[in-house]
């Protein structure tokens, strides 16, 4: 199939766009699997005690 150079510079430009919003739209997926864990999280643990960091950080020999 042949193509004028506009054209073909056109099809490129808007496959480069099509990349770019796939890109966004996986990082915005990616968030939201990472919230919809920690609501899970805290739905699983809820009414179970927590711990302060300085507990994580005594029970565990860390430092800072």
Do not use: W
């Amino acid at each position: 199939m042949f193509m004028t150079k506009t054209a073909q510079q056109h099809v490129v430009r808007s496959i480069s766009r099509k990349h770019a919003q796939i890109a966004t739209l996986r990082e915005e997926l990616e968030d939201l699997n990472d919230y919809l864990a920690l609501t899970e999280a805290r739905v699983r643990d809820e009414g179970k005690p927590r711990l302060t960091h300085a507990e994580v950080k005594k029970r565990y020999g860390l430092k800072g």
